[in-house]
Nanobody, 128 residues
Framework: QVQLVESGGGLVQAGGSLRITCVASGRTLTRYTMGWFRQAPGKEREFVAAKTWSGDATSYADSVKARFTISRDNAKNTVVLQMSSLKPEDTAVYYC?????????????????????WGQGTQVTVSS
């Protein structure tokens, strides 16, 4: 079992930056693809960013490219999403997720169903 806990969410003005962190426990993150998803009120959960366990592949949603950066430290069992140039439409609950590298591949890492562990989420609110 893998437990994921997100932190670092909060309120920020448009154009600002925020860093959210996911810490895993129960099992090392090695061999897991790590992803970030978000869900705004009344909307479906959507892919934000993901990185394979080796770090050789990274993917971003078009809406966050060049603004968000995902990084991971397998030794510390942490994944970080650095968000900059934030927009009001980035407001959502952000979820960290982990999926086995054999299933959550470079080709499928944007698909929520391929992840089998999820955090409880952290709220990010961007004011205009």
């Amino acid at each position: 079992q893998v437990q994921l806990v997100e932190s670092g969410g909060g309120l920020v003005q448009a154009g600002g930056s925020l860093r959210i962190t996911c810490v895993a426990s129960g099992r090392t993150l090695t061999r897991y693809t790590m992803g970030w998803f978000r869900q705004a009120p009344g909307k479906e959960r959507e892919f934000v960013a993901a990185k394979t366990w080796s770090g050789d592949a990274t993917s971003y949603a078009d809406s966050v490219k060049a603004r968000f950066t995902i990084s991971r430290d397998n030794a510390k069992n942490t994944v970080v999403l650095q968000m900059s140039s934030l927009k009001p439409e980035d407001t959502a609950v952000y979820y960290c997720a982990a999926g086995p590298w054999t299933y959550t591949t470079e080709q499928t890492m944007h698909v929520p169903a391929t992840y089998n562990y999820w955090g409880q989420g952290t709220q990010v609110t961007v004011s205009s």
